[in-house]
């Protein structure tokens, strides 16, 4: 049975993982909390950890993680820690367990210090209805400027003389007598 290093970020405390069961069964016994809704049967995506650092040190994605997570991983960094087993050290970032609410979901990195977290607002129906009224004569109002639906207001300067084509004034063809 090898063993291998876990290494938590962002605490920096290492843990001694071996390579027989999933990820999520040894982080457990380790006494960390994992989120997981469907108890290693990878349908629920709730025990995914976000892979810091030494990805080519663990197991290659099962097809049931591929159908839950996504061909992204290059991407996102993040893989189903019961589908998954160690072959050399890692690091990974399992804050996301430790919150709850939505702030818990994993792969949400937390707003950096200083700045608010988004919150999900909540609206009343009748402000909902409001910012749709709101929006509706918005659109209706019309835009300034001069070329909005210009050929209505051409009837205001009908005392000027209608412009066609160029500036040019065809000249009149005239026969030259000294030619003959
Ligand atoms: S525990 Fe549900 S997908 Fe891993």
Same mark, same amino acid.
């Given at each position: 049975? +090898?063993?291998?290093?876990?290494?938590?970020?962002?605490? @920096?405390?290492?843990?001694?993982?071996? +390579?027989?069961? +999933?990820?999520?069964?040894?982080?457990? !016994?380790?006494?960390?909390?994992?989120?997981?809704?469907? @108890?290693?049967?990878?349908?629920?995506?709730?025990?995914?950890?976000?892979?810091?650092?030494?990805?080519?040190?663990?197991?290659?994605?099962?097809?049931?993680?591929?159908?839950?997570?996504?061909?992204?991983?290059?991407?996102?960094?993040?893989?189903?820690?019961?589908?998954?087993?160690?072959? =050399?050290?890692?690091?990974? /970032?399992? *804050?996301?367990?430790?919150?709850? =609410?939505?702030?818990? !979901?994993?792969?949400?990195? %937390?707003?950096?210090? =200083?700045?608010?977290?988004?919150? *999900?607002?909540?609206?009343?129906?009748? /402000?909902?209805?409001?910012? #749709?009224?709101? +929006?509706? #004569? !918005?659109?209706?109002?019309? %835009?300034?400027?001069?070329?909005?639906?210009?050929?209505?207001?051409?009837?205001?300067?009908?005392?000027? %003389?209608?412009?066609?084509? =160029?500036?040019?004034?065809?000249?009149?063809? *005239?026969?030259? /007598?000294?030619?003959?």
């Amino acid at each position: 049975m +090898s063993e291998h290093k876990v290494t938590l970020w962002p605490s @920096g405390e290492v843990l001694e993982v071996s +390579s027989e069961e +999933s990820l999520l069964v040894q982080l457990k !016994k380790a006494g960390k909390k994992i989120k997981s809704g469907c @108890g290693g049967c990878a349908t629920c995506s709730d025990c995914v950890v976000i892979v810091k650092s030494g990805e080519m040190n663990l197991s290659p994605q099962t097809f049931e993680e591929l159908r839950l997570l996504g061909n992204v991983f290059h991407i996102t960094k993040e893989r189903l820690s019961c589908q998954t087993r160690l072959t =050399g050290d890692v690091t990974l /970032d399992i *804050t996301g367990h430790e919150k709850t =609410g939505a702030a818990g !979901k994993v792969g949400k990195t %937390p707003p950096p210090r =200083g700045q608010k977290s988004t919150k *999900t607002i909540i609206k009343k129906r009748d /402000d909902i209805v409001r910012a #749709e009224i709101e +929006s509706k #004569e !918005k659109s209706q109002e019309k %835009p300034s400027g001069d070329w909005y639906r210009h050929w209505e207001n051409e009837g205001d300067d009908a005392s000027k %003389p209608k412009k066609f084509g =160029g500036n040019k004034r065809v000249k009149p063809f *005239t026969f030259n /007598d000294n030619d003959e």
